[in-house]
């Protein structure tokens, strides 16, 4: 597996497993940037708001800014789990490949 590989269909099962648990931190990282954003857009209709809505994008930047960081440390995981070679395993990660590939 290399680094940032997109491609899923050379994980085992374990593999997938600690794709999805990272896959899980990254969409709340994201959910919580947009909700700082929503947030802050909405602050700054009141002026006495304005200084919590500079913090809340602050806060919504900086969330964006770990996403990276979350898919270099999950791909760094990835990369450490051993792949076991069983033809089962590459077998599953074809069928799993089918049900997530794009398009």
């Given at each position: 597996?290399?680094?940032?590989?997109?491609?899923?269909?050379?994980?085992?099962?374990?593999?997938?497993?600690?794709?999805?648990?990272?896959?899980?931190?990254?969409?709340?990282?994201?959910?919580?940037?947009?909700?700082?954003?929503?947030?802050?857009?909405?602050?700054?209709?009141f002026?006495?708001?304005?200084?919590?809505?500079?913090?809340?994008?602050?806060?919504?930047?900086?969330?964006?800014?770990?996403?990276?960081?979350?898919?270099?440390?999950?791909?760094?995981?990835?990369?450490?789990?051993?792949?076991?070679?069983?033809?089962?395993?590459?077998?599953h990660?074809?069928?799993?490949?089918?049900r997530?590939?794009?398009?």
């Open positions: 597996m290399r680094l940032l590989d997109p491609v899923l269909n050379d994980l085992t099962p374990r593999h997938l497993e600690v794709f999805w648990r990272y896959q899980v931190v990254r969409t709340g990282v994201d959910f919580g940037a947009a909700c700082c954003f929503v947030i802050g857009s909405a602050f700054f209709f002026s006495s708001l304005s200084r919590p809505a500079d913090w809340l994008f602050l806060l919504g930047s900086v969330l964006f800014a770990i996403k990276p960081t979350i898919d270099m440390v999950r791909s760094a995981h990835l990369a450490r789990l051993p792949d076991d070679g069983d033809s089962s395993a590459r077998e990660r074809h069928q799993v490949s089918a997530t590939s794009p398009g």
